[in-house]
């Protein structure tokens, strides 16, 4: 069974900055396109940044310039290093293949108070 282990969600004020990181099994890892996926309270979870195995990044219109996804490949982790945080970034974020496994991890809240 997959596991995706999600870490690194908090609490912070409109501005402020969180790093989520993201541990994969290494067969899961290695080959694949790793994303995050944000999940709004009440609403579909989505993709919000992707990173190829070898480094390149796509970004939502909703976060780009403010998040950077990284991977580092020697650990099996994927980042997301989140700045200028908005009362819209709330909710539990996900990482996961793209396209994704079903087998989901728990997830990190994050919550941003205005």
């Known amino acids: 069974q997959v596991q995706l282990v999600e870490s690194g969600g908090g609490l912070v004020q409109t501005g402020g900055s969180l790093i989520l990181s993201c541990t994969a099994p290494?067969?899961?890892?290695?080959?694949?396109?790793m994303a995050w996926y944000h999940q709004p309270p009440g609403k579909q979870r989505e993709s919000v940044a992707a990173?190829?195995?070898?480094?390149?990044?796509n970004y939502s219109g909703t976060v780009k310039g403010r998040f950077t996804i990284s991977r580092d490949n020697t650990k099996n982790t994927v980042y997301l290093h989140m700045n200028n945080l908005k009362p819209e970034d709330t909710g539990v974020y996900y990482c996961?293949?793209?396209?994704?496994?079903?087998?989901w991890g728990q997830g990190t809240q994050v919550t941003v108070s205005s």
């Open positions: 996961n293949t793209i396209p994704t496994n079903s087998n």
């Open positions: 990173v190829t195995p070898v480094g390149s990044t």
């Open positions: 290494k067969n899961i890892f290695r080959l694949n396109v």
